[in-house]
């Protein structure tokens, strides 16, 4: 646990470090990157092994990965609607991903990717990146007509347009601090914690009485991380297929 004398160090858990010796530091592989790559083995490994015996009465892994799908499924269909079932492999994609990140990290001794503003800003931008080429393949020029809709008086122009104009700019911010927020303000409550157990725990007899105060927090804050972690790939996703029924359908 680190600590540097009697104060909390609950930020360190966030600093990128080179792992994979001189590979690593040659071409900035870091533990983020090594998570991503564990992170999505892991979404293919249930999906592939555990879709391989297509049983009808499915067992845990099988019933896992049927879950996955029939949530996210489910997401996209209400949310986009018609013609919105082609896109269902991208935002499954992005919620397996985000979910696995979230939910990884809360793993003794790992690190949660997505707890960097990068790494989320990354996954909006591509999100804002591919509505907007998606709004502009269905609709051509007619795309422009989001930010002023029609029938609206053309006096309003200079204001609804700048308005609309950065709305639809900055979804890829808002995207990114919700989610890279939450997974910072998280694991930093864990660490402070989990500090202050190891702080009273040295305090000499009286010591793990007192420990076990910050202990039943943090058990508790545990379980509410794998509820914001589960809570967060969902909005991600919900969001992702918001923006692309706006992308389709144009309002």
Partial sequence: MA???KTIDALSQFELTPVLGI????????????????????????????????????????????????????????QIGHGGKRFFPFVFALFMFVLMGNLLGLMPYAFT????????????????????????????????SYFFPEGTPIWLAPIIIPVEVVSYLSRPISLSIRLFA???????????????????????????????????????????????????????AVLTSIYLHDAVHLH
């Fill in 182 to 236: 939450n997974m910072v303000a998280g694991h930093v409550m864990l660490k402070v914690f989990a500090t202050f157990i190891v702080l009273l725990g040295g305090l000499g007899t009286v010591g793990p009485f007192l420990a076990t105060l910050p202990l039943a927090i943090n058990v508790a804050l545990v379980a509410f991380e794998v509820l914001v972690a589960v809570l967060q790939a969902y909005v991600f």
């Fill in 23 to 78: 590979i690593g530091r040659s071409v900035g592989f870091s533990q983020s990157n090594l998570h991503m790559v564990v992170a999505s083995g892991l979404i293919i490994a249930l999906l592939v092994y555990g879709m391989r015996s297509r049983a009808v009465v499915p067992g845990r892994l099988q019933a896992a990965a049927e879950t996955m799908y029939d949530f996210v499924h489910g997401i996209v269909d209400e």
């Fill in 3 to 5: 600590t540097e004398g």
């Fill in 113 to 144: 990717y997505t707890s960097h503003i990068a790494v989320t800003f990354g996954l909006a931008l591509l999100v804002f990146v591919v509505i907007t080429v998606v709004a502009l393949v269905i609709h051509g020029k007619h795309f422009f």
